[in-house]
């Protein structure tokens, strides 16, 4: 079973939809997950992090998260064409001495004009 | 403020050779960690290093190896070059070692082995 899971896709949305992306994770003593945007032939930008129940905004995103469900997800208002690109999932794994995100596949979104 | 930042920027190299990556983190920062990344999937852990040391190692053969120098910048080293470890070799730099810091990534190294 992988640690991290998201749907590879692609997602495609019109412009100004809102556009649901998902991840589940198997570590349940996980207390940090992170949301990053990945276009192609660059590296991850990390755009939303959340570390209680619940939901967190910031501008056009939200993050929600569900530690029972074991459950994150990420809301895109109003997408926008240069929100098209791949957004990794990242669960942050400590242990006594440090730690280290374990990254799902990442789903493509697509945002259609 | 300046950002992660890796050198080079690409590299092509043959199998057997070696190479030698380098990373300077965020200005206090003083977490590095290295990840390597294959198209198609997201990004896999290989080191972290927190005050000179390693405080993690991923599922990575012994051909890998990395050090962190007292200005807390860092180099990937890997011996033995395959076909395999082409990739792009991400470097992230946090605050701390532990705990729920925020990792930061540079723009990578995009390695190609032929």
């Known amino acids: 079973q992988k640690e991290v899971e998201q749907n590879s896709g692609p997602l495609s949305v019109p412009e100004g939809a809102i556009a649901s992306l998902n991840c589940t994770y198997s570590?349940?003593?996980?207390?940090?997950f992170f949301w990053y945007r990945q276009y192609s032939g660059k590296s991850p930008e990390l755009i939303m992090s959340?570390?209680?129940?619940g939901d967190k905004e910031d501008g056009r995103f939200t993050a929600q998260l569900n530690k029972a469900s074991q459950y994150v997800s990420l809301l895109i208002r109003d997408s926008q064409p240069s929100d098209s690109a791949t957004y990794l999932c990242?669960?942050?794994?400590?242990?006594?001495?440090?730690?280290?995100?374990?990254f799902g596949a990442g789903t493509i979104l697509r945002v259609k004009s | 403020d300046a950002g992660v930042t890796q050198s080079p920027t690409h590299l092509i190299k043959t199998r057997g050779q070696h190479v030698t990556l380098r990373c300077s983190p965020i200005s206090g920062h003083k977490s590095v960690s290295w990840y390597q990344q294959v198209l198609g999937q997201g990004p896999q852990f290989i080191f972290q290093y927190y005050e000179k040391e390693e405080r993690g190692r991923g599922n990575f053969p012994d051909r890998f190896s990395a050090r962190q120098f007292p200005n807390y910048s860092s180099e990937l080293n890997v011996n033995a070059l395959l076909l395999g470890d082409s990739a792009l070799y991400l470097c992230?730099?946090?605050?701390?070692?532990?705990?729920?810091?925020?990792?930061?990534f540079g723009p990578g190294t995009r390695l190609t082995v032929t």
């Open positions: 992230a730099s946090s605050l701390a070692g532990t705990g729920a810091y925020e990792q930061y």
């Open positions: 959340i570390y209680s129940n």
């Open positions: 990242a669960v942050n794994e400590v242990k006594e001495y440090g730690n280290k995100l374990v």
């Open positions: 570590d349940r003593g996980s207390q940090s």
